[in-house]
């Protein structure tokens, strides 16, 4: 193996910083719904989310083979210098939605960025189209999925409850929904965590620092560090918008937006497909809701984030070619 360069430390730096932002970003999608019933403690519900993101970001590595391998067309057709112009630009787009309390997509972010970074550097021979495609759908398709079985498991529970009391019905919810945040913050680590570990060994395969695009285990170790910390340091202004500005949320409707969204996630992590838990946790919402009363929904509040939405992958591929010249300039070719 050759000797580590610096310039591979710079790429596995911005891939935790990501992976760190990533978690202070989402922590919304595990604990916004439990903390807006208040079935939880704020700090009690960052800790756990943080500890069960970190079991979940160490249970595979599957999405991360998907992100690694399925983006670019080979290692070969990308370095350091592409990477890090991609990860800059998916982590500058993350702090702004953040600031702008936008629950945008930082699985969007990264795939935008790669896209646009290796576009400029190697044209498009450089790009796996066809798993792009795969990718794109998965992030497309899993907040539909969202909405749809979200509706179907409030309306279940719905007719199962319906004629019972409401002040037992939320008592009974709100502790449930202590297990159903403990689901979503699993599985939310068992597929964002592993966006940065594929980055991180892909760059250690186009450098030939390993032969066979395989996660080191202490690549998955720092990767659920860094999300596990970033979680723990909060996201306060993306829960309030996710917590109680698309729907009004009651410890029955959190409870089944939660149970609907680890579901959905945990099951494309099985799949090995990358998607968007801030997305599939809005949609869940948004399903659960319709349940009750469309116009319950404020679906004012939808289309902002929509926008931002179909925004991310276009903006990012956008400042991950921009950064790309400006790694050149900075680092020489």
Same mark, same amino acid.
């Given at each position: 193996?050759?000797?580590?360069?610096?310039?591979?430390?710079?790429?596995?730096?911005?891939?935790?910083?990501?992976?760190?932002?990533?978690?202070?970003?989402?922590?919304?999608?595990?604990?916004?719904?439990?903390?807006?019933?208040?079935?939880?403690? &704020?700090?009690? !519900?960052?800790?756990?989310? !943080?500890?069960?993101?970190?079991?979940?970001?160490?249970?595979?590595? %599957?999405?991360?083979?998907?992100?690694?391998?399925?983006?670019?067309?080979?290692?070969?057709?990308?370095?350091?210098?592409?990477?890090? !112009?991609?990860?800059?630009?998916?982590?500058?787009?993350?702090?702004?939605?953040?600031?702008?309390?936008?629950?945008?997509?930082?699985?969007?972010?990264?795939?935008?960025?790669? $896209?646009?970074?290796?576009?400029?550097?190697?044209?498009?021979?450089?790009?796996?189209?066809?798993?792009?495609?795969?990718?794109?759908?998965?992030?497309?398709?899993?907040?539909?999925?969202? $909405?749809?079985?979200?509706?179907?498991?409030?309306?279940?529970?719905?007719?199962?409850?319906?004629?019972?009391?409401?002040? $037992?019905?939320?008592?009974?919810?709100?502790?449930?929904?202590?297990?159903?945040?403990?689901?979503?913050?699993?599985?939310?680590?068992?597929?964002?965590?592993?966006?940065?570990? %594929?980055?991180?060994?892909?760059?250690?395969?186009?450098?030939?620092?390993?032969?066979?695009f395989e996660v080191p285990f202490v690549v998955k170790m720092l990767c659920a560090i860094a999300m596990a910390v970033g979680t723990a340091m909060g996201g306060w202004r993306i829960i309030k918008t996710i917590g109680?500005?698309?729907?009004?949320?009651?410890?029955?409707s959190g409870f089944a937006a939660d149970l609907n969204s680890s579901i959905v996630i945990f099951t494309a992590t099985l799949l090995h497909l990358p998607v968007s838990t801030t997305h599939v946790v809005s949609g869940?919402?948004?399903?659960?809701?319709?349940?009750?009363?469309?116009?319950?929904?404020?679906?004012?509040?939808?289309?902002?984030?929509?926008?931002?939405?179909?925004?991310? $992958? &276009?903006?990012?591929?956008?400042?991950?070619?921009?950064?790309?010249?400006?790694?050149?300039?900075?680092?020489?070719?």
């Amino acid at each position: 193996m050759p000797e580590l360069h610096w310039m591979i430390f710079t790429v596995i730096g911005l891939a935790l910083l990501f992976d760190f932002i990533n978690g202070f970003h989402d922590t919304a999608n595990a604990i916004a719904t439990s903390v807006s019933t208040r079935a939880i403690a &704020p700090q009690d !519900a960052i800790f756990m989310a !943080a500890g069960l993101n970190f079991l979940g970001a160490m249970y595979s590595t %599957g999405v991360a083979k998907t992100i690694g391998s399925d983006i670019v067309s080979s290692a070969d057709q990308v370095d350091e210098r592409v990477l890090i !112009a991609a990860l800059a630009g998916a982590v500058i787009w993350n702090v702004l939605t953040w600031w702008l309390a936008l629950p945008s997509s930082s699985s969007h972010a990264l795939v935008g960025g790669v $896209i646009g970074a290796v576009l400029v550097s190697t044209g498009m021979g450089g790009l796996n189209f066809i798993g792009i495609g795969k990718i794109v759908l998965s992030l497309i398709v899993s907040p539909v999925i969202a $909405i749809v079985s979200g509706c179907g498991i409030m309306y279940l529970l719905y007719m199962i409850f319906g004629q019972s009391s409401p002040h $037992i019905i939320n008592g009974r919810f709100k502790k449930m929904q202590l297990v159903s945040a403990a689901m979503m913050a699993f599985s939310h680590g068992s597929n964002d965590a592993q966006k940065s570990m %594929g980055i991180i060994t892909l760059a250690l395969v186009s450098g030939n620092y390993i032969s066979s695009f395989e996660v080191p285990f202490v690549v998955k170790m720092l990767c659920a560090i860094a999300m596990a910390v970033g979680t723990a340091m909060g996201g306060w202004r993306i829960i309030k918008t996710i917590g109680g500005k698309i729907f009004k949320l009651e410890p029955i409707s959190g409870f089944a937006a939660d149970l609907n969204s680890s579901i959905v996630i945990f099951t494309a992590t099985l799949l090995h497909l990358p998607v968007s838990t801030t997305h599939v946790v809005s949609g869940s919402i948004m399903g659960v809701g319709t349940a009750k009363r469309i116009r319950a929904v404020r679906w004012g509040v939808a289309q902002q984030m929509l926008a931002a939405w179909v925004l991310t $992958i &276009p903006c990012t591929a956008l400042l991950g070619s921009v950064l790309y010249q400006v790694v050149l300039w900075i680092f020489g070719t």
